[in-house]
């Protein structure tokens, strides 16, 4: 099939340029022609009076033709369209295609193509050049419009006039107030399906800054911030969604109403349900709030470190000789002997250090017991770090940073919004481990009123009784401090007498199943501030100390002597070491005098009963116990991590779940044989027998174990010859 412009007349084939393949390689093209090539069904080479024979099957030639406006309003006259009738043209990135198309919708879509391309050439041209701004706004309306109602489906339609609008307002920044507005409220309607480009999103922004209190903010910014926080993937692939979302925020914190706004934002963000339908708001959320409060300390952190800021990321570093030098420290001290060669911290009192900045100061008092671990020589020129000044945690009485007026109140809206995360409860699990690996820079740590502010949402994580919450308080690996450290006595987060310290171990311990390693970990590192909230009569404490004695986690015996004086100095530490002494005696009573070494107890028997059979007569020899068919339940392996020569145990048919069989695998680690049968353990409770190197015989039969479970097991337990593991994924 051939076809011939109706201008007729031969064309010049050097008018015709090389354009890139859009989809396949090069295929060979008549002579005195530069094309690229696509694979397709049929194709015909399009030039203004020029006949191309129809190339080979299977590909289509593209190319480009140096005058498309006068070609393609002879192509869009009636007549011309009769004469091509069923084939149209589609016209992308100045090129021209001709294809058979396979249905009537198709064909549709390519002829309203090369509409839409030629009305984008014409609005390209209209706004590069503006002359009246009540034209461009006109124009910038009617370019919308016909977006809105162009009947082709693709993602451009839409992103192809904010792409050119903001084009214009990147080279057009002497705009009045008004005309911001004016063109904000022309655009609002392809927002609500489309992320703004990055120069409309620094546009946005600015007018956030400058007219906070503007109904545009309300009206057009809202829609337009809540499909971000709901569709947004990744932030860093976009950072300036990211700002305007932060500015938008802080317009709200402007309005009379002030955090009440931004309470009824964030509650809109939720929704009205008591879980929230859009998993992508919390960390975006989390994202924007991490940034600014980080923006907070920047200018600190850059007179510190002299590194580039987020500003002059954005703008483009500067040259390494136009960085400024790193704004000094100075230190006030009473006294000429701070400085000298043998002076060190515990003779003096570090009052203050000053860094030069109108922005932030920083103000740090030691006690006269701090530890000598910093020495200022004299023959050194270099001054104190200030990070390791603040560091030296139990030492710091004192410890306070100054924010700027606005800083400071960008810092109190996003803490508040975080506080706001933690009262959802669906929200809470995911926030804590976003939180968990304290994703906040020291100089916040440091900050006295950020970290009293923050406090809130750690109790928040404290008191919730989920595992996967309150674990979040822990370090996320070893050697890095967690929220657990921070705001123990003495951590640099910590300003009270020790009771969010105290409630965090509360509900660690009732939940946490490996206690043993808990309490050494606790004794290893945390023993002081233990043993001080024991002697102020904190009943968690207490216990924890008793349970130190309990289970041999001390061996130093001054260390015990130490504990001991300090429970015996309260009455409530009194009472719980005497039933501690109690309980001694009652296991030596059972070592010495030996007893039976098999016991079964009758079917239907309770935990109740088993604690009266114990604690009537000595047990210390008992190795054979069978609770099968009785009703206890993991309560009773309180009292089965008693029997030091136990070496069989019959759980069948009972109620014994992972919680007892966690606490045996810490303590009856001598058992060899295990009947678990037709018990609600699951794998959670089943891995912990790996540390039961003894075990020779394990009944698993009708559990919930699991294939990885058990070759776990077997992979751990190098004693083991007898496993029935019948009626179990593993079987």
Not at 145 to 171: F, G, R
Request: hydrophobic letters at 35%.
């Amino acid at each position: 099939m051939d076809l011939t412009s109706s201008s007729g007349g031969g064309g010049d084939p050097r008018q015709i340029e090389e354009t890139k393949p859009l989809l396949g390689g090069d295929v060979p093209a008549p002579e005195g022609t530069k094309m690229g090539a696509v694979p397709c069904r049929r194709a015909l080479l399009l030039c203004n009076g020029m006949r191309y024979k129809l190339l080979q099957e299977g590909d289509i030639q593209v190319c480009v033709i140096r005058h498309p406006r006068t070609f393609l309003s002879k192509i869009l006259t009636s007549k011309f369209l009769r004469r091509w009738e069923p084939h149209h043209l589609t016209l992308a990135d100045n090129s021209l295609a001709s294809a058979t198309a396979a249905n009537s919708y198709l064909r549709d879509q390519w002829f309203h193509s090369l509409q839409w391309k030629k009305k984008i050439y014409k609005y390209k041209k209209v706004l590069s050049n503006p002359s009246r701004w009540e034209v461009v706004l006109k124009e910038i309306r009617t370019l919308v419009d016909m977006a809105l109602t162009s009947p082709l489906q693709d993602d451009s339609i839409n992103q192809a006039p904010l792409e050119i609008v903001s084009k214009l307002l990147s080279e057009n920044t002497n705009l009045t107030t008004q005309e911001h507005e004016n063109i904000i409220v022309a655009i609002a309607p392809l927002l609500e399906n489309n992320h703004p480009p990055p120069d409309l999103c620094e546009f946005f922004c600015k007018h956030c800054r400058e007219r906070p209190r503007s109904m545009v903010v309300i009206e057009v910014f809202t829609p337009v911030v809540q499909r971000i926080l709901k569709h947004n993937m990744d932030f860093g692939k976009c950072p300036r969604l990211r700002l305007f979302t932060q500015e938008y925020i802080l317009a709200l914190n402007e309005l009379n109403a002030g955090m009440e706004v931004v309470k009824k934002f964030v509650q809109s963000m939720h929704g009205p349900t008591g879980h929230c339908p859009h998993p992508r708001v919390l960390p975006n959320l989390v994202a924007v709030c991490l940034a600014a409060i980080y923006s907070c300390y920047e200018e600190f952190i850059n007179s510190r470190d002299n590194s580039p800021s987020l500003k002059e990321i954005r703008n483009g570093c500067q040259q390494p000789c136009d960085r400024k030098p790193t704004l000094p420290l100075r230190l006030l001290h009473p006294s000429p002997d701070l400085v000298s060669q043998e002076a060190t911290l515990s003779e003096a009192r570090l009052k203050s250090v000053v860094v030069a900045s109108s922005e932030i100061h920083v103000e740090v008092e030691h006690t006269s017991t701090a530890k000598p671990a910093l020495t200022a020589s004299a023959g050194n020129d270099s001054e104190p770090n200030l990070i390791d000044c603040l560091m030296v945690s139990p030492a710091c009485s004192t410890m306070s940073i100054e924010l700027g007026p606005q800083a400071d109140r960008t810092l109190g809206c996003y803490v508040e919004i975080l506080k706001l995360l933690s009262d959802y409860d669906d929200w809470r699990p995911s926030l804590a481990s976003l939180l968990q690996p304290i994703p906040f820079p020291k100089e916040a740590l440091a900050h006295e009123k950020f970290t009293k502010e923050l406090k809130y949402v750690i109790q928040r994580f404290a008191e919730d009784p989920r595992q996967e919450v309150h674990s979040c308080l822990l370090s996320v690996r070893a050697g890095k401090d967690g929220w657990f450290q921070l705001y123990s006595p003495g951590g640099v987060a910590c300003d009270d007498d020790g009771e969010l310290f105290a409630s965090m171990v509360h509900i660690l311990m009732g939940s946490c199943y490996k206690t043993k390693k808990f309490l050494l970990s606790l004794a290893e590192n945390k023993l002081g501030p233990c043993m001080l909230l024991a002697l102020r009569g904190n009943q968690t404490m207490v216990e924890i100390l008793c349970l130190m004695l309990e289970y041999n986690i001390i061996d130093n015996n001054d260390t015990q002597l130490q504990i001991i004086s300090t429970l015996e100095s309260t009455g409530v530490g009194k009472r719980m070491y005497e039933q501690l002494c109690d309980r001694q005696r009652e296991l030596k009573e059972l070592q010495r005098k030996g007893g039976p070494t098999r016991l079964t107890l009758p079917s239907k028997s309770t935990d109740a009963d088993l604690a009266r059979l114990l604690s009537s007569g000595s047990f210390g020899n008992l190795e054979n116990l069978s609770l099968a068919f009785t009703n206890v339940t993991s309560a009773c392996a309180e009292h089965l991590i008693k029997l030091p020569s136990l070496k069989q145990l019959n759980l069948w048919s009972t109620q014994f779940g992972d919680a007892g069989l966690r606490l045996l695998s810490e303590h009856l680690t001598m058992l060899q044989v295990l009947n678990l049968c037709e018990t609600p353990v699951t794998d959670a409770g089943l891995l912990a027998l790996s540390s039961m190197k003894s075990l020779c015989s394990l009944n698993m039969n009708s559990t919930k174990l699991s294939a990885d479970t058990y070759e776990d097991l077997k992979a751990k337990l190098p004693n083991l010859k007898e496993v029935d593991v019948r009626y179990t994924e593993a079987w």
